[in-house]
T-cell receptor
Framework: AQSVTQPDIHITVSEGASLELRCNYS??????LFWYVQSPGQGLQLLLK??????LVQGIKGFEAEFKRSQSSFNLRKPSVHWSDAAEYFC???????????FGSGTRLLVRP | GAVVSQHPSRVICKSGTSVKIECRSL??????MFWYRQFPKQSLMLMAT?????????EQGVEKDKFLINHASLTLSTLTVTSAHPEDSSFYIC??????????????FGPGTRLTVL
């Protein structure tokens, strides 16, 4: 069965510092991988996705993620965090057969001024 | 473009009553909508997949008689929590898939509805 693990419940970084949010997945075939961001009172917004091809994908708001099949990981990175990046981040995996998304438990990002 | 709204954003009801939550795609037509449930500090759990004009497909463990889903038009899906109890208190989120597009490329989420059952 598909599953997604985000091992960090909370992460605090200083504004301007780099960021990496971890995501590990379990899936038999090549997965469809996503990162979403959720701000309070708002819907989930897609940051980026990986289907195939180049394993380093660029997203919106300066985020990028790297698919590493050997590690079953899809970590999200940003070189310099802004205070507005404070939010909840979800990693998700999907299959091509059902189009369902399986979400990780989320990581809450706090940004120190 | 591609905005999904939910109404109400927050609802408080007494135990035993039924609550209806609406999910609307405001500027596109959605053949498929998904309903999720999110507990505090937990992940989004898919409850059901709703297709316009047909019965919803429920995930294992989700009571279809308790969570009634209707997708009567290409812009509206409703989730009715029947005979709500305190354990049904949660954050309910819908997403909509733009008609004609792969759900993975064009799946947009609503802002969620906070349900509190007293």
């Amino acid at each position: 069965a598909q599953s997604v693990t985000q091992p960090d419940i909370h992460i605090t970084v200083s504004e301007g510092a780099s960021l990496e949010l971890r995501c590990n997945y379990s899936y038999g075939a090549t997965p469809y991988l996503f990162w979403y961001v959720q701000s309070p009172g708002q819907g989930l917004q897609l940051l980026l996705k990986y289907f195939s091809g180049d394993t380093l994908v660029q997203g919106i708001k300066g985020f990028e993620a790297e698919f590493k099949r050997s590690q079953s990981s899809f970590n999200l990175r940003k070189p310099s965090v802004h205070w507005s990046d404070a939010a909840e981040y979800f990693c998700a995996v999907g299959s091509d057969s059902s189009y369902k998304l399986i979400f990780g438990s989320g990581t809450r990002l706090l940004v120190r001024p | 473009g591609a905005v999904v709204s939910q109404h109400p954003s927050r609802v408080i009801c007494k135990s035993g009553t039924s609550v209806k939550i609406e999910c609307r795609s405001l500027d596109f037509q959605a053949t498929t909508m998904f309903w999720y449930r999110q507990f505090p500090k937990q992940s989004l759990m898919l409850m059901a997949t709703s297709n316009e004009g047909s019965k919803a497909t429920y995930e294992q463990g989700v009571e279809k008689d308790k969570f009634l889903i209707n997708h009567a038009s290409l812009t509206l899906s409703t989730l009715t929590v029947t005979s709500a109890h305190p354990e049904d208190s949660s954050f309910y989120i819908c997403s909509a898939n733009r008609e004609g597009a792969s759900p993975y490329n064009e799946q947009f989420f609503g802002p969620g509805t906070r349900l509190t059952v007293l």
